[in-house]
């Protein structure tokens, strides 16, 4: 955000000339801010790239249109944007930190997170959002003078959406806020309800155009039938895709303002008039009372009648029987791995191995395990 851009940012926003700055120090980024900086490194990364081939619901071979780790986080940062700058704060921290929340996803969805975390139970346990930061703070391999990107704290900051008190213990300042109860930047908070808005929307789309879920469900789901009557009384000939679309885009864009209306209202009621303020606060982005309950329903019936789908159930328990049979070579032989991950293993040989999993795309994830335990596979 240049210096004019930032002399009308609210004073609640995060300002990238006021950063608590970098781990390593470098001279200035001009005519770019920090943040800006930090967003062109991640949209520059390897681990970001990668989330075009990881999977949201569905696997990447079984459907070209369906969303992916990256359409979503690209969803997010659209509308995290959007919030920034209806709210006067820093749309260059919202993007960056829209773009690398899901840099530490692993392949498979959730479902690859919860083997890693089973596999590394007696190791430190394995969790996304800390892989994320692992991921920007020492895996990315690209400068010279540092491990990782380098980022700022801000940045580092909100990327940590979630900790435990003893991870938080082990991060230092990145770590401070969960032990000391505190909130991170309006940025921060915007951008993990715009996930929330981002992958419900989505995932909804995503599942009627897969038919493991029907519009005659969805009806009995209060924000969706809403909005389906209103464009079926608009367009009465409307049908398929197009029905669904006017619906979905009517959905968030009710989601996003009922979001700004209330976090507006948060601020007018505490008053915050620095980030530290906002710090010291109660978590300030927030929906209505009524909006959050219609917004648990949606999640819950995706929950129940997408999630749980058996179809989708089929394809999660080969995915964990996957991971969990790499996990179980590699790290009975590290040597069946990459030599860059095989060094890393000579430190920590099931941290390295996590590492090296957790950064596999779905297909490559698939392609590893048919060369380690298929006989006739090359390698």
Do not use: W
């Amino acid at each position: 955000m240049s210096e004019l851009a930032q002399a009308h940012t609210a004073p609640y926003a995060a300002k990238s000339a006021e950063s608590q700055g970098r781990r390593h120090p470098e001279p200035a980024a001009a005519p770019r801010s920090e943040f800006q900086r930090d967003r062109d490194r991640i949209v520059h990364s390897t681990a970001f790239r990668r989330l075009e081939y990881k999977t949201q619901v569905f696997i990447n071979h079984e459907g070209d249109l369906f969303r992916t780790r990256l359409t979503h986080s690209l969803e997010v940062a659209q509308i995290g944007r959007t919030l920034a700058r209806m709210l006067g704060l820093d749309e260059d921290l919202t993007e960056t930190l829209a773009l690398a929340h899901d840099l530490g996803h692993t392949p498979f969805g959730h479902v690859g997170q919860d083997v890693l975390n089973a596999c590394m139970k007696e190791h430190g346990g394995f969790e996304h959002n800390l892989q994320s930061l692992r991921v920007v703070d020492e895996l990315e391999q690209k400068y010279a003078e540092f491990e990782g990107l380098n980022l700022t704290f801000e940045s580092r900051e909100g990327i940590l959406k979630h900790c435990s008190l003893k991870n938080a213990e082990k991060l230092g300042d990145v770590g401070r806020r969960f032990i000391e109860g505190r909130q991170p930047s309006l940025e921060a908070q915007i951008t993990n309800l715009a996930d929330e808005i981002a992958y419900n929307n989505h995932d909804v789309d995503d599942g009627l155009r897969s038919g493991l879920i029907t519009v005659e469900q969805l009806e009995q789901v209060e924000i969706f039938a809403r909005h389906l009557d209103t464009v079926r009384a608009l367009y009465p000939d409307l049908t398929d895709r197009r029905l669904i679309h006017e619906t979905v885009r009517r959905m968030i864009n009710t989601l996003v303002v009922d979001l700004l209306q209330q976090t507006r209202a948060n601020i007018a009621l505490h008053q915050p008039q620095s980030l530290d303020d906002v710090r010291r606060c109660p978590t300030l982005a927030a929906f209505s009372v009524g909006m959050l309950a219609e917004h648990r329903e949606l999640k819950h019936f995706l929950f129940q009648n997408l999630y749980r789908h058996y179809k989708v159930v089929r394809m999660s328990e080969k995915a964990q029987r996957l991971l969990r049979e790499l996990f179980v070579a590699f790290t009975s032989e590290p040597r069946l791995m990459p030599p860059e991950h095989q060094a890393r293993a000579d430190q920590a040989p099931q941290r390295a191995v996590c590492d090296y999993i957790a950064g596999m795309t779905d297909r490559y994830a698939i392609r590893e395990h048919r060369r380690i335990y298929d006989i006739e596979e090359l390698a």
